[in-house]
């Protein structure tokens, strides 16, 4: 199912090399290095606590690690900071859901567009000059959004009134609204039951496949990251202890030993 | 009556009568979009041209799945156009039971909305059926399919494009060469018992049909219906299809299955029509919200109901009423009716009709009450959906009304409705015996339904024919007639009765979820999922009332006060039609549950007070599953039979 044809994957896009993040005493992470090339869905699994998170925080610039580098389309840094990732077409979902709960789930969407919006405070105001041929245009991407990840019923529902599933379909459409080149997705199927989990599965492969976003994922249910990932990457206690295909993660007796159980 | 026309004809007729009127639309990205009569029509075109580059001939069938969307209903008129024959399916079925239809039907062609619908043909097609040419209309996600024979809605009219060309005058001699005495549609029937069947319907069965109704209730060119229910049940091809053409009002698309209702409130339908359990549905909704409302406006929405109650239908019956309840009426209207109506978006509605199932007389009085004009029809995929209508301002909540015109109803020594005229199927598709069974000698259908006429020849359905059966006494057992008096309270949402050949009845109830889940939640009632909660003591108590209130009403009805429920249980799961429990179109099937459920309805007759059951559930992804629950047992109290004189 993962494996549709002809959508290509391209060289690598993302590269860490020997992150090392601690806070205090505490090490995060040791010594990671991995890749993430154009149009893949790269996993990152692991334990609780094995540093899944903390990588995507560092990757989207949320945490500054103490070493290691990443380069990201062919540009290298140490620090990568929150707005710098925005601007360079990485968006990301959290594993707590962070939405505007008092707004309607097209305003929430509405806010993905901010990068985009080139109007002046003032011009937005008075919804003058530019502000309105903009507002239509970023009101379209949003409706196709909506029209994506088929949220048409709730468009105007405020968002703490919705259940947990859809409050996790719409941080997915605020994160696409940027239009993204790069989707950092934080345990998107958490406390999903069986169908959301189907539901959810197909969205991340119709993105994939239809906007050729490249998708990286941090996933606890074994199923799911098997399923659709291209790369799958092991984290343990803060160290790489795995990195490959789903088959040859699978197959790895390093990985069994710390994440699938002995034997 | 019906001068002998086609569907594209009245479609062209249409196009050129009033171009630039709005045929169709579907609201998409958030904003309604139009189709006129003559973009519909060349639309329609260029899909019968595609077809045709394809291979479609005369005689052939074209399947037609998906939700309701412009594209699919002119899907029906493009097979018409070449002489071919629509084969709308149920869009929720599985693979497996569109394998039936599909090999039944010899289907090479099929127009479907979006990728599930294409899996499923591919599945079908996996299984042997010959689904030559796959057309979708959503590409969503099937990009990278290279499946032979698939292609898009847009490719296929590309196509029809230019073989239009390259034949020019060939697309409308062959519009020409069709009759009204063709095949226009076959309709799958149900299957309550064994396998479905295809109703083969004329253009002329259906366009009488709809001009009766047409007529009957005065539709014009600028109405609008908002259309929802699934295109293959013989009421959707009735009333969006059939009248659309006929009368050339504007059909609505909803933007999706979740949004009919902020799609209705924005289109405000002038014609309308739904199941009773969608108007029921709407009513649960209103009463849940009332509940959570303030007091002052649970005060206003209490006194002015009761003014309803009393005066509304008469309002809307053009009866004498006094001066002061009118006035009462009018200001009811301005506090509570008008922005009522308005959130169920009827502001607008000038007719509205209900069939498919009997509905509850205080359902029924609501509606007409609050100055709805809704009514009651009674149909089958065999008639069109075109038997018996109610006359505005003679309504009844007991009957279905009048023959409507051009229809010749009378009844069978056994009291089975019989029904003569036009509308009737030609046959069943393959099926000569089937056919022969059902339609006699002097044409009359037997509609296999059970009714009486009362003194003013309004026709009153009492159940299936077959389905009245005998209590061991002797006493007569009409067990949809008990399960519906069950169903009109809100609480519950199915019940199955058993009792033939037995001393008592007895029945399954099923729980709705939203009404008692609300009652729960207000009583501090904590619950982890549906069985939990139908297992609740206190939830047995609630259904306990409902069946004994059911009992005392029937104590006051004759022979069926010996129908009284004597013991009944709350079942652990929803009856589903994917589990083969409900009809697609969630008509109990009595037998098939009596079988799967054996030992609970052994349980109920032995008088045990508990039993442990284990049930196979079929997830919506085909996928299967057991669960288990131990089920409790109650018995309710009974009435002596009361005469109708001392009531």
């Given at each position: 199912m993962s494996d549709s044809g002809n959508r290509k994957i391209g060289d690598v896009i993302l590269k860490v090399d020997n992150i090392s993040l601690s806070f205090g005493g505490v090490k995060a992470l040791t010594n990671i290095s991995f890749d993430v090339r154009e149009h893949e869905i790269r996993a990152i699994i692991g334990p609780n606590g094995a540093g899944k998170s903390s990588m995507l925080n560092v990757i989207n610039g949320v945490y500054l690690p103490q070493e290691g580098t990443i380069t990201y389309r062919g540009e290298q840094r140490r620090d990568m900071n929150t707005h710098a990732a925005a601007a360079s077409g990485i968006a990301r979902t959290f594993q707590n859901i962070a939405l505007f709960t008092g707004m309607t789930v097209l305003d929430n969407i509405m806010t993905g567009r901010n990068l985009k919006v080139k109007a002046t405070f003032l011009e937005q105001a008075l919804w003058i000059g530019r502000a309105r041929k903009e507002e239509m245009e970023h009101r379209r991407v949003v409706e196709e959004i909506i029209d994506f990840l088929q949220l048409q019923h709730v468009r105007k529902t405020p968002v703490a009134r919705l259940p947990y599933g859809i409050k996790k379909r719409v941080e997915l459409a605020r994160a696409l609204a940027a239009e993204p080149t790069m989707l950092l997705l934080d345990e998107p199927m958490a406390g999903m039951n069986v169908e959301e989990k189907q539901d959810m599965c197909r969205f991340v492969l119709d993105t994939n496949d239809q906007f050729g976003t490249t998708i990286v994922l941090i996933e606890h249910d074994m199923g799911v990251v098997m399923d659709i990932s291209d790369r799958v990457a092991v984290l343990d206690y803060g160290k790489k202890i795995g990195d490959g295909t789903p088959a040859e993660v699978r197959s790895n007796p390093d990985v069994i030993k710390a994440y699938l159980g002995a034997h | 009556m019906a001068e002998a026309t086609t569907f594209p004809r009245l479609l062209r007729a249409h196009a050129s009568a009033r171009p630039t009127a709005p045929a169709l639309r579907e609201k998409y990205l958030g904003i309604w979009q139009t189709w006129t009569w003559s973009e519909t029509q060349t639309e329609v075109r260029e899909m019968a041209c595609g077809l045709a580059a394809l291979g479609f001939k005369r005689g052939?069938?074209?399947?037609?799945?998906?939700?309701?969307?412009?594209?699919?209903?002119?899907?029906?008129?493009?097979?018409?156009?070449?002489?071919?024959?629509?084969?709308?399916?149920?869009?929720?079925?599985?693979?497996?039971?569109?394998?039936?239809?599909?090999?039944?039907?010899?289907?090479?062609?099929?127009?479907?909305?979006?990728?599930?619908?294409?899996?499923?043909?591919?599945?079908?097609?996996?299984?042997?059926?010959?689904?030559?040419?796959?057309?979708?209309?959503?590409?969503?996600?099937?990009?990278?399919?290279?499946?032979?024979?698939?292609?898009?809605?847009?490719?296929?009219?590309?196509?029809?494009?230019?073989?239009?060309?390259?034949?020019?005058?060939?697309?409308?001699?062959?519009?020409?060469?069709?009759?009204?005495?063709?095949?226009?549609?076959?309709?799958?029937?149900?299957?309550?018992?064994?396998?479905?069947?295809?109703?083969?319907?004329?253009?002329?069965?259906?366009?009488?049909?709809?001009?009766?109704?047409?007529?009957?209730?005065?539709?014009?060119?600028?109405?609008?219906?908002?259309?929802?229910?699934?295109?293959?049940?013989?009421?959707?091809?009735?009333?969006?299809?059939?009248?659309?053409?006929?009368?050339?009002?504007?059909?609505?698309?909803?933007?999706?299955?979740?949004?009919?209702?902020?799609?209705?409130?924005?289109?405000?339908?002038?014609?309308?029509?739904?199941?009773?359990?969608?108007?029921?549905?709407?009513?649960?909704?209103?009463?849940?919200?009332?509940?959570?409302?303030?007091?002052?406006?649970?005060?206003?929405?209490?006194?002015?109901?009761?003014?309803?109650?009393?005066?509304?239908?008469?309002?809307?019956?053009?009866?004498?009423?006094?001066?002061?309840?009118?006035?009462?009426?009018?200001?009811?209207?301005?506090?509570?009716?008008?922005?009522?109506?308005?959130?169920?978006?009827?502001?607008?509605?000038?007719?509205?009709?209900?069939a498919g199932a009997a509905i509850g007389p205080d359902l029924f009085r609501f509606y007409r009450s609050i100055g709805i004009n809704l009514k009651q029809l009674y149909g089958q995929t065999e008639t069109c959906a075109y038997v018996t209508l109610q006359p505005d301002r003679q309504i009844k909540f007991d009957s279905v009304g009048k023959a409507a015109p051009s229809v010749e109803v009378k009844l069978a020594e056994n009291g089975e409705v019989l029904v003569r005229g036009p509308m009737v199927l030609k046959e069943y598709y393959k099926r000569p015996d089937a056919t022969a069974e059902s339609i006699d000698k002097e044409g009359y259908f037997h509609t296999g339904d059970a009714g009486v006429f009362d003194t003013e020849g309004h026709l009153k359905i009492i159940d299936r024919a077959k389905d009245v059966g005998r209590l061991a006494s002797g006493a007569m057992f009409a067990p949809n007639y008990i399960e519906n008096k069950l169903k009109f309270f809100p609480h519950i949402k199915e019940a199955v009765c058993f009792g033939h050949d037995k001393d008592n009845v007895m029945a399954f109830i099923n729980i709705d979820l939203t009404a008692v889940g609300n009652w729960a939640e207000r009583r501090n009632l904590v619950y982890s999922g549906y069985i939990d909660l139908a297992g609740k003591a206190e939830v047995y108590d609630l259904i306990r009332d409902c069946v004994e209130k059911a009992n005392a009403e029937l104590a006051t009805e004759g022979e069926l006060s010996h129908s009284q429920i004597a013991r009944f249980l709350v079942l652990h799961k929803e009856l589903d039609p994917d589990d083969d429990e409900l009809t697609r179109t969630r008509k109990v099937r009595r037998g098939f549950i009596a079988e799967k459920y054996g030992p609970l309805v052994d349980a109920l007759f032995t008088g045990k007070t508990v039993q442990h059951i284990e049930t196979q559930v079929k997830f919506e992804d085909g996928r299967t599953g057991s669960i288990a629950a131990d089920i409790k047992i109650m018995g309710a109290k009974r009435f002596p039979a009361v005469t109708k004189a001392a009531a």
């Amino acid at each position: 199912m993962s494996d549709s044809g002809n959508r290509k994957i391209g060289d690598v896009i993302l590269k860490v090399d020997n992150i090392s993040l601690s806070f205090g005493g505490v090490k995060a992470l040791t010594n990671i290095s991995f890749d993430v090339r154009e149009h893949e869905i790269r996993a990152i699994i692991g334990p609780n606590g094995a540093g899944k998170s903390s990588m995507l925080n560092v990757i989207n610039g949320v945490y500054l690690p103490q070493e290691g580098t990443i380069t990201y389309r062919g540009e290298q840094r140490r620090d990568m900071n929150t707005h710098a990732a925005a601007a360079s077409g990485i968006a990301r979902t959290f594993q707590n859901i962070a939405l505007f709960t008092g707004m309607t789930v097209l305003d929430n969407i509405m806010t993905g567009r901010n990068l985009k919006v080139k109007a002046t405070f003032l011009e937005q105001a008075l919804w003058i000059g530019r502000a309105r041929k903009e507002e239509m245009e970023h009101r379209r991407v949003v409706e196709e959004i909506i029209d994506f990840l088929q949220l048409q019923h709730v468009r105007k529902t405020p968002v703490a009134r919705l259940p947990y599933g859809i409050k996790k379909r719409v941080e997915l459409a605020r994160a696409l609204a940027a239009e993204p080149t790069m989707l950092l997705l934080d345990e998107p199927m958490a406390g999903m039951n069986v169908e959301e989990k189907q539901d959810m599965c197909r969205f991340v492969l119709d993105t994939n496949d239809q906007f050729g976003t490249t998708i990286v994922l941090i996933e606890h249910d074994m199923g799911v990251v098997m399923d659709i990932s291209d790369r799958v990457a092991v984290l343990d206690y803060g160290k790489k202890i795995g990195d490959g295909t789903p088959a040859e993660v699978r197959s790895n007796p390093d990985v069994i030993k710390a994440y699938l159980g002995a034997h | 009556m019906a001068e002998a026309t086609t569907f594209p004809r009245l479609l062209r007729a249409h196009a050129s009568a009033r171009p630039t009127a709005p045929a169709l639309r579907e609201k998409y990205l958030g904003i309604w979009q139009t189709w006129t009569w003559s973009e519909t029509q060349t639309e329609v075109r260029e899909m019968a041209c595609g077809l045709a580059a394809l291979g479609f001939k005369r005689g052939d069938n074209l399947a037609i799945i998906g939700d309701n969307r412009p594209q699919l209903y002119m899907a029906f008129a493009s097979a018409q156009c070449l002489g071919g024959v629509a084969v709308p399916m149920y869009q929720d079925a599985v693979a497996d039971e569109m394998t039936y239809v599909l090999d039944n039907a010899e289907v090479k062609f099929a127009i479907v909305e979006d990728q599930e619908q294409v899996d499923k043909l591919l599945e079908a097609r996996e299984k042997g059926s010959h689904v030559d040419h796959i057309i979708f209309s959503d590409p969503r996600g099937l990009r990278n399919y290279n499946a032979p024979g698939l292609q898009s809605l847009d490719s296929l009219r590309e196509l029809g494009r230019k073989w239009d060309k390259e034949h020019a005058g060939t697309f409308d001699a062959e519009l020409e060469k069709g009759t009204s005495k063709d095949v226009s549609v076959m309709l799958y029937t149900s299957g309550t018992t064994g396998k479905p069947k295809g109703v083969c319907q004329t253009h002329e069965a259906f366009i009488v049909a709809a001009q009766g109704g047409v007529a009957f209730d005065k539709l014009v060119a600028t109405d609008n219906v908002l259309s929802y229910l699934p295109m293959a049940w013989v009421g959707d091809h009735l009333f969006s299809y059939a009248q659309w053409l006929v009368a050339g009002f504007t059909v609505n698309c909803p933007e999706s299955a979740e949004t009919v209702m902020i799609d209705l409130r924005e289109i405000g339908p002038t014609y309308y029509f739904a199941p009773p359990r969608v108007f029921e549905g709407l009513l649960t909704n209103v009463m849940i919200r009332m509940e959570d409302a303030s007091k002052l406006k649970r005060w206003l929405f209490d006194k002015f109901m009761a003014v309803a109650k009393r005066s509304g239908a008469n309002i809307l019956d053009g009866n004498e009423v006094s001066a002061g309840d009118k006035l009462m009426y009018a200001l009811g209207n301005l506090f509570v009716y008008g922005p009522l109506k308005n959130t169920l978006g009827m502001s607008r509605i000038r007719v509205a009709y209900t069939a498919g199932a009997a509905i509850g007389p205080d359902l029924f009085r609501f509606y007409r009450s609050i100055g709805i004009n809704l009514k009651q029809l009674y149909g089958q995929t065999e008639t069109c959906a075109y038997v018996t209508l109610q006359p505005d301002r003679q309504i009844k909540f007991d009957s279905v009304g009048k023959a409507a015109p051009s229809v010749e109803v009378k009844l069978a020594e056994n009291g089975e409705v019989l029904v003569r005229g036009p509308m009737v199927l030609k046959e069943y598709y393959k099926r000569p015996d089937a056919t022969a069974e059902s339609i006699d000698k002097e044409g009359y259908f037997h509609t296999g339904d059970a009714g009486v006429f009362d003194t003013e020849g309004h026709l009153k359905i009492i159940d299936r024919a077959k389905d009245v059966g005998r209590l061991a006494s002797g006493a007569m057992f009409a067990p949809n007639y008990i399960e519906n008096k069950l169903k009109f309270f809100p609480h519950i949402k199915e019940a199955v009765c058993f009792g033939h050949d037995k001393d008592n009845v007895m029945a399954f109830i099923n729980i709705d979820l939203t009404a008692v889940g609300n009652w729960a939640e207000r009583r501090n009632l904590v619950y982890s999922g549906y069985i939990d909660l139908a297992g609740k003591a206190e939830v047995y108590d609630l259904i306990r009332d409902c069946v004994e209130k059911a009992n005392a009403e029937l104590a006051t009805e004759g022979e069926l006060s010996h129908s009284q429920i004597a013991r009944f249980l709350v079942l652990h799961k929803e009856l589903d039609p994917d589990d083969d429990e409900l009809t697609r179109t969630r008509k109990v099937r009595r037998g098939f549950i009596a079988e799967k459920y054996g030992p609970l309805v052994d349980a109920l007759f032995t008088g045990k007070t508990v039993q442990h059951i284990e049930t196979q559930v079929k997830f919506e992804d085909g996928r299967t599953g057991s669960i288990a629950a131990d089920i409790k047992i109650m018995g309710a109290k009974r009435f002596p039979a009361v005469t109708k004189a001392a009531a």
